[in-house]
């Protein structure tokens, strides 16, 4: 059974270019949430996707978007990059039926802005 | 709003030690609380969650926390250290036990003495 999955692993972009990053959620799952953790932080909450919506959203400007496609994976956006943007962007799935509360993580994808 | 707040960003113990890792939360509602751990370039695993139920909490590898109200804390122990619980450690909130947005604190980072 794979668990989260996420691509690409690492990437390099310079100032005002976009990016996109992908997830696939463990099997099972329908939600998926993204998170930025920058270096020697904890994460913080971006959005929340279900049912193809976005559910939840946390303090993060419109150039962060994102999309949850029929099959529950996942992809987030961000526009404009800025050098702040440079983090570990990461994946977790849940089964919002299941209530069971926990989060699986995938291992991230680490977003490098020059 | 919810926040955490884990006291120490790194700890050092030696192998066979007590490991103990401070947590204090902020909830205007009874919060949901969770450890996850984070090994080097990987994604978080949940260690353990409290959700209302028994307050002294068995989560995997030998760790466990307890919720005491009083203190508005949620403390990691494990009795006995060992090499491979060298990662960082992250305590966090929610609202509700299938919100899945949790608020992560900025994590305690664990090295162990041989």
């Known amino acids: 059974d794979a668990g989260v999955t996420q691509s690409p692993t690492h990437l390099i972009k310079t100032r005002g270019q976009q990016v996109t990053l992908r997830c696939s959620p463990k099997?099972?799952?329908?939600?998926v949430s993204w998170y930025q953790q920058a270096l020697g932080q904890g994460p913080q909450f971006i959005f929340q996707?279900?049912?193809?919506?976005?559910?939840q959203r946390g303090n993060f400007p419109d150039r962060f978007s994102g999309h949850q496609f029929p099959n529950y994976s996942s992809e987030l956006n961000v526009n404009a990059l800025l050098l702040g943007d440079s983090a570990l962007y990461l994946c977790?799935?849940?089964?919002?039926?299941?209530?069971?509360?926990?989060?699986?993580f995938g291992e991230g994808s680490r977003l490098t802005v020059l | 709003a919810q926040s955490v707040t884990q006291l120490g960003s790194h700890v050092s113990v030696s192998e066979g030690a007590l490991v103990l890792l401070r947590c204090n939360y902020s909830?205007?509602?009874?919060?949901?609380l969770f450890w996850y751990v984070q090994y080097p370039n990987q994604g978080l695993q949940l260690l353990l969650k409290?959700?209302?139920?028994?307050?002294l909490v068995k989560g995997i590898n030998g760790f466990e926390a307890e919720f005491k109200k009083s203190e508005t804390s949620f403390h990691l122990t494990k009795p006995s250290a060992h090499m491979s619980d060298a990662a960082e450690y992250f305590c966090?909130?929610?609202?509700?036990?299938?919100?899945?947005?949790?608020?992560f604190g900025a994590g305690t980072t664990v090295t162990v003495r041989a």
């Open positions: 409290y959700t209302s139920a028994a307050t």
């Open positions: 099997s099972g799952h329908d939600t």
């Open positions: 966090a909130v929610s609202r509700r036990s299938n919100d899945y947005k949790l608020s």
């Open positions: 977790a799935s849940s089964a919002t039926r299941l209530n069971t509360g926990e989060l699986f």
């Open positions: 909830s205007s509602v009874p919060p949901y």
């Open positions: 996707y279900y049912e193809e919506e976005e559910r």
